[in-house]
């Protein structure tokens, strides 16, 4: 199969070289001199230095109230506090909480998180995709990248387990982490495919079908540098070039099985505009039907907005609407979402 883009078109548009100040900070922290390059352009020389020292302090987990179990939550926070937590609630999210500190037993070995009671995170911005999708019951969603389920059972509580969600992803390990979860927190509403979701997609014959599409992006991970060091270092500009290629490939299709008024959410962990503004323009770009990057204004005010250019490439205007999340103003892992309508 013939890509959409080349991967060397796609290296030449990243490709992106080092000043002596990028260069300098990359050794002092550890990182790739590109990438620092990159944080430079983004933020400006002064607000890099505290991000790059945010991706060096721990990174709070956090956990989401699972209502499909327990429709009382403050019970769910009485029960870990006489275990010795503290929990703040997170204030863009009805009941999703902040782990300030830690009790006996860990999080994954208590009675609660046994009987499904809640999910636990790494960090905080994994709850925000199924929120700016805010899928309606009795609808149809598709994940692309299902696996471990974090954002797959959030989107069935949201929809208080009508309708139906395709849960596609490739790794057998992390499906059978997903079917654990589902299990778990009481799923009814899923059917789960263990492929390469644009082979089994196009197999099946799936296009204009779904009312809600997630593509959380198989990605680099560049926004959880605080509990992966390694990724300081490992992405070189042709790895980087290859998840992107993949991805804007991977959009492409989640454009054309949603349906025309249809939402898609495409998220990544990582804060790299080349994984983001630039997949989903260039994605835009080769899809055929119109779509628009729009977000609930409730949640503009909370994040950093889309870049509308870096570097050398310049992006659609509506890409200031997709939200930015980054550890030094937001308190979390690095993140993006960007909410697309397909146009009627």
């Given at each position: 199969?013939?890509?959409?883009?080349?991967?060397?078109?796609?290296?030449?548009?990243?490709?992106?070289?080092?000043?002596?100040?990028?260069?300098?900070?990359?050794?002092?922290?550890?990182?790739?001199?590109?990438?620092?390059?990159?944080?430079?352009?983004?933020?400006?020389?002064?607000?890099?230095?505290?991000?790059?020292?945010?991706?060096?302090?721990?990174?709070?987990?956090?956990?989401?109230?699972?209502?499909?179990?327990?429709?009382?939550?403050?019970?769910?926070?009485?029960?870990?506090?006489?275990?010795?937590?503290?929990?703040?609630?997170?204030?863009?999210?009805?009941?999703?909480?902040?782990?300030?500190?830690?009790?006996?037993?860990?999080?994954?070995?208590?009675?609660?998180?046994?009987?499904?009671?809640?999910?636990?995170?790494?960090?905080?911005?994994?709850?925000?995709?199924?929120?700016?999708?805010?899928?309606?019951?009795?609808?149809?969603?598709?994940?692309?990248?299902?696996?471990?389920?974090?954002?797959?059972?959030?989107?069935?509580?949201?929809?208080?387990?009508?309708?139906?969600?395709?849960?596609?992803?490739?790794?057998?390990?992390?499906?059978?982490?997903?079917?654990?979860?589902?299990?778990?927190?009481?799923?009814?509403?899923?059917?789960?495919?263990?492929?390469?979701?644009?082979?089994?997609?196009?197999?099946?014959?799936?296009?204009?079908?779904?009312?809600?599409?997630?593509?959380?992006?198989?990605?680099?991970?560049e926004g959880i540098i605080q509990i992966d060091k390694s990724r300081k270092v490992k992405t070189t500009l042709e790895d980087l070039a290859k998840f992107v290629t993949k991805q804007i490939e991977m959009l492409v299709v989640a454009?054309?099985?949603?349906?025309?008024?249809?939402?898609?959410?495409?998220?990544?962990?990582?804060?790299?505009?080349?994984?983001?503004?630039?997949?989903?323009?260039?994605?835009?770009?080769?899809?055929?039907?119109?779509?628009?990057?729009?977000?609930?204004?409730?949640?503009?005010?909370?994040?950093?907005?889309?870049?509308?250019?870096?570097?050398?490439?310049?992006?659609?205007?509506?890409?200031?609407?997709?939200?930015?999340?980054?550890?030094?103003?937001?308190?979390?892992?690095?993140?993006?979402?960007?909410?697309?309508?397909?146009?009627?």
């Amino acid at each position: 199969m013939t890509p959409i883009i080349s991967f060397e078109k796609v290296l030449k548009d990243i490709n992106i070289r080092p000043s002596i100040e990028a260069t300098r900070l990359a050794s002092k922290f550890g990182y790739r001199p590109y990438m620092v390059e990159r944080y430079i352009e983004i933020l400006g020389l002064d607000e890099v230095k505290e991000l790059l020292e945010a991706f060096e302090k721990p990174l709070t987990p956090s956990i989401r109230c699972n209502t499909l179990k327990l429709k009382d939550c403050d019970l769910l926070i009485k029960y870990l506090e006489s275990k010795g937590y503290v929990l703040k609630r997170i204030e863009w999210h009805q009941y999703g909480y902040r782990v300030l500190k830690r009790g006996k037993p860990r999080l994954g070995a208590t009675r609660e998180y046994l009987l499904g009671y809640y999910y636990l995170y790494r960090g905080v911005a994994s709850q925000l995709p199924p929120l700016v999708m805010n899928p309606k019951p009795h609808t149809y969603v598709l994940d692309m990248a299902a696996a471990p389920g974090g954002k797959l059972t959030h989107i069935a509580q949201l929809m208080n387990n009508t309708g139906l969600i395709l849960g596609i992803d490739i790794s057998r390990s992390k499906i059978r982490a997903l079917r654990s979860h589902i299990n778990r927190l009481g799923v009814l509403n899923t059917v789960l495919l263990r492929a390469d979701s644009i082979k089994a997609i196009n197999s099946l014959g799936l296009e204009d079908f779904f009312d809600y599409v997630l593509l959380d992006a198989p990605c680099t991970g560049e926004g959880i540098i605080q509990i992966d060091k390694s990724r300081k270092v490992k992405t070189t500009l042709e790895d980087l070039a290859k998840f992107v290629t993949k991805q804007i490939e991977m959009l492409v299709v989640a454009l054309k099985v949603v349906k025309p008024g249809g939402i898609i959410i495409y998220s990544t962990c990582s804060i790299a505009p080349e994984e983001n503004e630039y997949v989903v323009s260039k994605a835009l770009e080769f899809f055929r039907g119109e779509a628009i990057v729009e977000t609930p204004s409730n949640y503009r005010s909370l994040f950093s907005q889309g870049l509308i250019e870096f570097h050398k490439l310049k992006f659609r205007e509506d890409l200031k609407n997709a939200l930015r999340l980054y550890p030094h103003l937001h308190d979390c892992e690095g993140f993006f979402v960007c909410r697309i309508r397909r146009k009627s």
